[in-house]
């Protein structure tokens, strides 16, 4: 692709899984896509994940190594008969000529019900292939029916050295790229958009055509670009720290929470954000720790930070900053307690050891005839809102995974499943 009005992104699309950067765990080798690739049994798909991480690149690399004929659909702007008119060329195709057809439905989760519908049928059959692509959830944004018939992979952000490497390819590249340009890039203008992209290639990449095009020659006849300009096409401010020292900041903002020192959390916090950092990277952390260090002795500190992070997408810099601090002073003042850590990692540790797992009888969706002692299920409703019944397997009986906390209003919780049972039914009241 050579029209120089096509978007630089999108002339940049990789059209080979060589070119193709980044979901090593999917696609690496040996991994289960890589594999069903190499054999030429790609059934239905559904890749998922943030924007311009190579979803929509990945499905149109596959069905054109697989030698299928390609249909492609958005979900946003097709309907049903789109959709009809789709299988009946694919059955057709695969009538005459054999050939495999795959559906490419970008936003995937935009179609409803009725539209999901109308392709099950083929999707069973073998007329039509299915990859969508979606930003959203597949099992919460999609129809389970879709879900249940296609192999499900999830899309990570791109990382930052694999960004670079298609920024520089796209300098390089005379037919489709920015060859033809005499520019003069400087390393740490592309270091920082590859960081400031967050993931995404697209915006990368289109950020990158912006710098270039904007600029004007110098008296050198070359387009020189520096971090200040690069951030500008990006409409970020360029980091005035490097990469250690946000790691650092960023670290020593997470200790400050957790050692309560609001001070030095409000200042961590700060510094990031004068320097470039989008405020959401320090929401989404305080969102962590809202649990992690604080958890059950004020769970308000979660509802506090996830109000936070509300803030910084919906009103943005400066005023979402208020509610930032907010949030920070909230979290560092409150009592801290590590207990929904501790008992995460407990039940984590025997969910995956332990099998000997077999759920009481009185549990199960369909209890059998045969009794393993502990009576019928108790429907706690009954008696006052709780009753002392066996909910684990037998085997884990006596696990004990979440212990209270001395501190906050955890100090004074007293669970349940410890406590004395002496409600009666209300039928016996």
Same mark, same amino acid.
């Given at each position: 692709?050579?029209?120089?009005?096509?978007?630089?992104?999108?002339?940049?699309?990789?059209?080979?899984?060589?070119?193709?950067?980044?979901?090593?765990?999917?696609?690496?080798?040996?991994? &289960?896509?890589?594999?069903?690739?190499?054999?030429?049994?790609?059934?239905?798909?559904?890749?998922?994940?943030?924007?311009?991480?190579?979803?929509?690149?990945?499905?149109?690399?596959?069905?054109?190594?697989?030698?299928?004929?390609?249909?492609?659909?958005?979900?946003?702007?097709?309907?049903?008969?789109?959709?009809?008119?789709?299988?009946?060329?694919?059955?057709?195709?695969?009538?005459?000529?054999?050939?495999?057809?795959?559906?490419?439905?970008?936003?995937?989760?935009?179609?409803?019900?009725?539209?999901?519908?109308?392709?099950?049928?083929?999707?069973?059959?073998?007329?039509?292939?299915?990859?969508?692509?979606?930003?959203?959830?597949?099992?919460?944004?999609?129809?389970?029916?879709?879900?249940?018939?296609?192999?499900?992979?999830?899309?990570?952000?791109?990382?930052?050295?694999?960004?670079?490497?298609?920024?520089?390819?796209? &300098?390089?590249?005379?037919?489709?790229? &920015?060859?033809?340009?005499?520019?003069?890039?400087?390393?740490?203008?592309?270091?920082?958009?590859?960081?400031?992209?967050?993931?995404?290639?697209?915006?990368?990449?289109?950020?990158?055509?912006?710098?270039?095009?904007?600029?004007?020659?110098?008296?050198?006849?070359?387009?020189?670009?520096?971090?200040?300009?690069?951030?500008?096409?990006?409409?970020?401010?360029?980091?005035?720290?490097?990469?250690?020292?946000?790691?650092?900041?960023?670290?020593?903002?997470?200790?400050?929470?957790?050692?309560?020192?609001?001070?030095?959390?409000?200042?961590?916090?700060?510094?990031?954000?004068?320097?470039?950092?989008?405020?959401?990277?320090?929401?989404?952390?305080?969102?962590?720790?809202?649990?992690?260090?604080?958890?059950?002795?004020?769970?308000?500190?979660?509802?506090?930070?996830?109000?936070?992070?509300?803030?910084?997408?919906?009103?943005?810099?400066?005023?979402?900053? &208020?509610?930032?601090?907010?949030?920070?002073?909230?979290?560092?003042?409150?009592?801290?307690?590590?207990?929904?850590?501790?008992?995460?990692?407990?039940?984590?540790?025997?969910?995956?050891?332990?099998?000997?797992?077999?759920?009481?009888?009185?549990?199960?969706?369909?209890?059998?005839?045969?009794?393993?002692?502990?009576?019928?299920?108790?429907?706690?409703?009954?008696?006052?809102?709780?009753?002392?019944?066996?909910?684990?397997?037998?085997?884990?009986?006596?696990?004990?995974?979440?212990?209270?906390?001395?501190?906050?209003?955890?100090?004074?919780?007293?669970?349940?499943?410890?406590?004395?049972?002496?409600?009666?039914?209300?039928?016996?009241?």
């Amino acid at each position: 692709m050579n029209d120089k009005r096509v978007p630089l992104a999108e002339r940049m699309r990789a059209t080979s899984l060589e070119e193709f950067v980044g979901q090593e765990h999917i696609i690496g080798k040996g991994k &289960l896509l890589q594999r069903a690739i190499s054999t030429g049994n790609v059934g239905s798909c559904i890749f998922y994940g943030p924007p311009g991480t190579g979803k929509t690149t990945l499905a149109g690399i596959i069905a054109k190594m697989l030698n299928a004929n390609i249909e492609k659909l958005n979900a946003v702007s097709s309907g049903v008969a789109d959709a009809k008119a789709v299988i009946d060329r694919a059955r057709a195709q695969k009538q005459m000529f054999g050939t495999d057809t795959y559906l490419l439905l970008d936003e995937c989760h935009r179609w409803n019900k009725a539209q999901s519908d109308c392709v099950l049928q083929a999707i069973e059959e073998g007329s039509i292939y299915f990859i969508g692509s979606t930003t959203e959830n597949p099992y919460t944004s999609m129809t389970r029916a879709i879900v249940s018939r296609c192999s499900v992979f999830e899309f990570k952000k791109v990382s930052e050295q694999d960004v670079e490497k298609v920024l520089r390819r796209a &300098l390089s590249d005379k037919e489709r790229g &920015l060859g033809d340009f005499k520019t003069k890039v400087d390393d740490d203008a592309l270091k920082f958009l590859a960081f400031a992209c967050n993931g995404d290639v697209r915006t990368a990449l289109n950020a990158l055509e912006l710098a270039v095009v904007s600029t004007k020659v110098s008296k050198d006849k070359f387009i020189h670009i520096d971090k200040e300009a690069m951030a500008q096409c990006l409409n970020r401010r360029p980091l005035s720290i490097d990469e250690n020292m946000y790691y650092d900041y960023l670290s020593a903002f997470c200790k400050s929470i957790r050692g309560s020192d609001t001070e030095a959390a409000l200042y961590y916090a700060h510094r990031l954000i004068k320097a470039g950092i989008d405020p959401l990277i320090i929401a989404r952390r305080m969102i962590a720790h809202a649990s992690e260090d604080i958890g059950m002795a004020d769970s308000n500190a979660l509802l506090m930070a996830c109000c936070a992070m509300y803030a910084c997408e919906k009103l943005g810099q400066p005023e979402c900053l &208020l509610n930032l601090s907010h949030a920070i002073i909230y979290l560092c003042e409150a009592e801290k307690s590590n207990s929904v850590l501790i008992a995460m990692h407990k039940a984590m540790d025997d969910a995956e050891n332990e099998r000997e797992d077999i759920v009481p009888n009185h549990l199960k969706n369909h209890p059998s005839t045969n009794a393993d002692g502990h009576g019928k299920y108790k429907y706690p409703h009954d008696f006052g809102g709780y009753c002392k019944q066996q909910y684990m397997p037998d085997k884990l009986k006596d696990r004990v995974y979440y212990v209270p906390g001395k501190n906050g209003k955890e100090k004074n919780l007293v669970r349940k499943k410890f406590a004395k049972n002496d409600f009666k039914p209300k039928s016996e009241h």
